[in-house]
């Protein structure tokens, strides 16, 4: 299927690692320009320059999703750049503060900061851009939510409890806006090996979450046991999975669908 996004602009939040640097990669690819948007400025510089080097236009723009000030910010520049946003990708996300994956127990400090930034975060953003969307009568906002929304979990509690907030507010946000013809869905990945999962990966080597014997092995090794163990499948997703996924929600073929979340974890999670 061809997806054709030229002519648009969009925001990634948490574009510089990861996840959201699949996505911005991907929908400059089907055409898009791209704001690449994230705490760290080197990283979104470096991965904006990535999308410039596909041919597209791209901005780096520093921003803390959790502020409001900072998010306004960052809405005045991409509309100074770029004249409109057609596309919001909420990917920025944490899941615990400092060394968290030293405590087997989430600190006060995780649970609010991974609400903070989860959350609000996505609130603050959305509520922001879509002050612009409502203007134009049309856009699209994609949540990058996670299957631990699917699924609560022994060791990472806050963060499962996040993660079911943002599909929750996906549901609400696409209600208030599709009289103003902006499509709201989210995306919720599986098992993916970034920074996130290479820290999750240190804490279950330390504590254990499972009931497989972990002693010993490398987090790497021990990510990919869960694999082989978990996923339908048998193998990891990636960022380019989760990218597509979200070029063709933001396209037009998507139109008719808003309010959802979709899984791309190779079958872990069949709800
Ligand atoms: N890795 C996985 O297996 C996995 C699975 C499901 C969902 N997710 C979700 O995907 C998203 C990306 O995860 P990732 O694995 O690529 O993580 P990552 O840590 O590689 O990237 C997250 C990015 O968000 C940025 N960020 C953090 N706080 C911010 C803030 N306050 N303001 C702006 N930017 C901020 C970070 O600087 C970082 O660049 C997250 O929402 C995560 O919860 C990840």
Known sequence: MMIDLSDKVAIVTGG???????????????GADLAVTDMNLAGAEAVAADVEATGRQSV???VDVTDRASVQAMVDRVLERFGKIDILVNDAGIIGVGEWW????????????????????????????SDHM?????????????IAARQGSPDLPHYSTSKAAVASWTQSNAAQLARYNINVNAICPGLLWTPMWQAIARKRSRFGATDSDVEGLSGRELFDQVIEETIP????????????????????????ITGQAINVDGGRRMN
């Open 102 to 129: 030293e405590r087997e127990r989430p600190s006060d400090a995780d649970w609010s900061q991974v609400f903070a930034v989860n959350v609000r975060g996505v609130v603050i953003v959305s509520e922001a851009v």
């Open 16 to 30: 510089a690692s990861g996840i959201g640097r699949g996505i911005c990669l991907v929908l400059a690819e089907q």
């Open 233 to 256: 499948m048998g193998r990891e997703q990636t960022p380019d999975d989760v990218g597509r996924l979200a070029a063709f929600l933001v396209s037009e073929d998507a139109r008719n």
């Open 134 to 146: 409502i203007g134009r009568r049309s856009g699209k906002i994609v949540n990058i939510a996670s």
């Open 60 to 62: 780096a723009i520093q």
